[in-house]
């Protein structure tokens, strides 16, 4: 669990065709300020987790390839569904931690 303590860390493949030996990005979206057991502090992970989607998949709204356009919204729609599971995981553990230092009220 330490993990969501710190970060999650989004782990993507580049949507374009790249050489084997290339590094795969690492982002790592900081949520430790934010409090996940409100709408705002929920809405600002989203946020935050949606933009290093987009930097990893090199989504770019000033694209004009429709080739890399088509691959950075395949890529996007990936990695999202992916980082699914990591963040309703630190949602939770939030949760638990609360409830545990508020004696299970």
């Known amino acids: 669990m330490k993990i969501f ?3 999650l860390t989004v782990l993507a ?3 374009v065709a ?4 290339e590094a795969k990005p690492v ?12 709408k ?8 935050r987790l949606a933009g290093a989607i987009r930097s990893v998949c090199l ?11 088509f691959a950075a919204r395949r890529c996007v729609i990936k990695k999202t569904a992916e980082v699914a599971a990591l963040r ?3 949602v ?14």
């Not at 705002?40 to 946020?47: E, F, N, P, V, Y």
Request: no cysteine; net charge positive; aromatic share 0%.
């Open 13 to 15: 493949l580049l949507p």
């Open 27 to 38: 982002v790592r979206v900081v949520h430790a300020d934010l409090n996940l057991q409100t």
């Open 59 to 69: 989504a770019s709204e000033a694209t004009v390839d429709t080739g890399r356009q």
């Open 40 to 47: 705002a502090g929920i809405k600002t992970l989203d946020r």
């Open 92 to 105: 939770a553990a939030q949760a638990s931690r609360a409830q545990m230092a508020g004696g299970g009220r």
């Open 5 to 7: 303590k710190m970060a």
């Open 18 to 21: 790249a050489h084997a030996q």
């Open 88 to 90: 309703n995981q630190a």
